[in-house]
């Protein structure tokens, strides 16, 4: 325990240097933050060092079992630490809130409980803007290309937090090259992003914020409004483009990267079932719109549609309609979606489209064997065979995601909360996508919760951010035995 007490105090003195892009931007627009930022800063990097001085004799390699405690605890210490500037830049702000919008934040969901973001200082919305930027990769992967330098290996912190079956694939022969070979791609996608949207008609500051939360499939905006503020066609279809983008496993951007060519994606079954799931769906769902008659015209439904479904299917959240008013069909659909779509290895949320797969063929495999007992059929997966231990973990897997579902609806429903509202705010907190329906809709925010219901939801943020086997490990009596 104090070998991971010690790594934590590394890590809130390495989080501490984050500081300085919201510092920057304070400077740059004079708004006054600056005192309050470099308050902010001292408290983490003073954190931290106590913390690594009082155990600096317990340092040691870390175990598998330490990784797990390490990343839970991690994450829910750099957001309590990261709700520091907006508890003094904010006032009337409770701790409550300021962790949630953190804890938001760097789990990349978007659920906010700010309104009035137009008139926020600049370094504040940035510091909302980087938390989603940071946490998109993983503040873990950051780390570990940092802390061999420290001489604590990172391979631990690595598997911890990076789900499934990517877990195991190496890019590059150390996994400190594989961390900086992400963020390397992270960057250039995030820098590619900014451009596009400022030649989509974005000044250069929400340029900069919204190809953060595109790219970390975040949904923090500069506005209230959302992308609905910009009323640009231009725009959207830029965000749509990077959306899709992120939600793809990002070793396959690598690769095509590192190869120079696009065959890395042609054996990418993921891809190609989101992607055509997707447009299936958004296909599906502007007819029944259109003929609903809820927009005049075809192309107006399919903008809307488009947009307002890529955003949520791929958890990043942004929103340009106040879908929750369309027939109940459509933004129920999108909210599922959410559940499914993203890719193993993308900055998304959800149970992933792999494991969908997995399941799927491992159903398909189950109704043969009811004919055929003695057939022999491996689960594949484009061609190569998946392993039974990972269709069990899987299936283990998806049982205790929708059991999660369940039980934090029902301790919403337990604290007097509607079901739609329940249902809703727990599937886009697990799923780190956002807005849900009810009082947490589009057109609304998670401001209107009480305490209990917003610690439950900030919970369901930081479960699903982790895939769920990373925390709830700690929950069981084998995890402390020695």
Known sequence: MLAVVHVLGSMLMLFSITYVLPMATSIIYGDGMLVDFVAASLICLGAGGLLWAATRRNRRELRSRDGFLLVSLGWTLMSAIAAVPLLLALPGLTFTDAFFETMSGLSTTGATVLTGLEDLPPSVMMWRGALHWYGGMGI???VVAILPILGVGGMQLYKAETPGPVKNEKLTPRITQTAKALWLVYFLFTLA????????????????FHAFSALSLGGFSTHDASIAYYDSQSIETVLIVFMLIAAINFSRHFMAWQQKSLKAYSSDSEAKAMLTLLALATLGVTVYIWSGGVYDGFLTSLRYVSFNLVALATTCGFVTQDYAVW?????????MLSCYSCNTGSTGGGIKMFRTLVLFRQAGRELLLLVHPQAVRPVKIAGHVVQNQIVFAVLAYVVLYFGAVVVLTFSLLASGLDFISSFSAVIACINNAGPGLGIVGPANNYQSLNDFQTWVCA????????????VLVLF???FWRK
């Open 140 to 142: 873990i992967v950051l």
């Open 193 to 208: 992003c900014a451009i596009s949207l400022r030649i989509a008609g974005m000044d250069w500051f929400d340029a900069i």
């Open 327 to 335: 027939p109940v069909f459509a933004p129920m659909i999108m909210l």
């Open 459 to 470: 919970f369901a943020m930081l479960l699903g951010r982790l895939e769920i086997f990373s």
């Open 476 to 478: 069981t009596p084998s």
